[in-house]
């Protein structure tokens, strides 16, 4: 029949599809074009590029055909409707060649960027995300931060995170979420009283900052995505960190419990000082009165293992008088039924 101008530009690629009753071509003219080889007639154009087109492909079923080219994009054509339905984005140069497989399922580029993309066009599941790392922690807190994984080309709905104490504690949902102002960070305490499995992270946070920790406790962290398919699977957890030593929370008032002519006897309730690291090693102990202030007094420091043990001596004290009480009321109430 002759010839006939393919392109207003040069030729980049020609394909033949599976039934070889078409072929496609990529065009400097930004266009692709469908052509019968049976008798070389010009079928249709696919126009959707921007700049010049490197490289065609079409799937085994014919229903899709996939172009890339200059303008650093990848467009998946539907053949039946002529139109594109999906635009991948994410080189930032000329995309040269692209295969795939035969359902249009995965498709690899190869771009003048360096880098060879891999890119899912049916909906999944997000991939397992790289184990959180934890930057910074305090005595109750924990710096997490983590990289968002593969997506499938579909947005993260939202981050999911759980913790476990040492290595042998389950994994605990026991979390809640509050928010914090720092952009592109988020902070969350934990909730002893939480129910639900896990906690969300809204998707743009790829920060957050772990309250109300224990001091001197071992802690590890994992974390998964979400998107519209469903959640992914959890991450390896990361590596084991160590809150610091924290200092000792308020004490409740004491209870006096004896006076003497120059002395007071008296119990307190210690919270227990391995929470915090143990790094303290005495009590301090401040009185008022007598026209003077606590600080006006001097401050008596007792060796914690002393207060306990006199703390446990007069413990058994209470006992023992509690103990006499009870057998004292036994008697009289036998005394009482024998006597009716």
Not at 127 to 135: G, V
Not at 245 to 262: D, K, M, N, S, T
Not at 297 to 317: F, N, Q, S, W, Y
Request: aromatic share 10%; net charge neutral.
């Amino acid at each position: 029949r002759g010839f006939e101008l393919a392109h207003h530009g040069s030729v980049n690629d020609a394909v033949f599809s599976p039934s070889e009753t078409r072929v496609a071509t990529a065009g400097g003219d930004g266009l692709v074009k469908i052509w019968d080889p049976r008798d070389g007639s010009y079928v249709q154009r696919l126009q959707g590029h921007s700049n010049e087109v490197f490289s065609v492909k079409y799937s085994s079923s014919e229903q899709f055909l996939v172009s890339a080219g200059a303008d650093a994009e990848i467009l998946v054509w539907s053949l039946l409707s002529l139109t594109v339905i999906r635009r991948l984005l994410g080189h930032s140069d000329v995309v040269y060649s692209i295969a795939m497989d035969g359902l249009c399922g995965v498709i690899v580029s190869a771009s003048h960027d360096q880098l060879l993309k891999s890119w899912y066009t049916t909906p999944r599941y997000p991939e397992e995300c790289a184990p959180p790392r934890i930057i910074a922690v305090s005595d109750t807190t924990a710096h997490v931060t983590w990289v968002a994984p593969p997506s499938f080309n579909l947005e993260i709905a939202a981050f999911h995170m759980q913790y476990r104490i040492g290595l042998r504690e389950k994994w605990s949902p026991s979390l809640a979420a509050e928010e914090e102002d720092s952009p592109g960070r988020a902070a969350y305490k934990f909730n002893p009283n939480s129910e639900s499995e896990g906690f969300s992270i809204a998707p743009q946070f790829r920060s957050m900052i772990v309250k109300d920790l224990i001091a001197a406790t071992s802690y590890q962290f994992r974390i998964r995505a979400e998107n519209r398919m469903g959640l992914g699977g959890w991450s390896q957890p990361s590596k084991i960190v160590k809150t610091e030593y924290g200092i000792p929370e308020a004490f409740e008032r004491p209870i006096l419990c004896g006076v003497g002519q120059r002395d007071m006897s008296f119990i307190w309730f210690a919270p227990n000082l391995k929470t915090f690291g143990s790094a303290s090693q005495t009590y301090e102990i401040q009185c008022k009165g007598n026209g003077k202030s606590y600080e006006e007094h001097p401050t008596l420091a007792v060796p914690i293992d002393e207060a306990r043990k006199a703390g446990m001596e007069l413990l058994e004290g209470f006992r023992t008088v509690y103990a006499r009480h009870m057998a004292t009321k036994d008697m009289l109430v036998k005394s009482a039924a024998k006597a009716l």
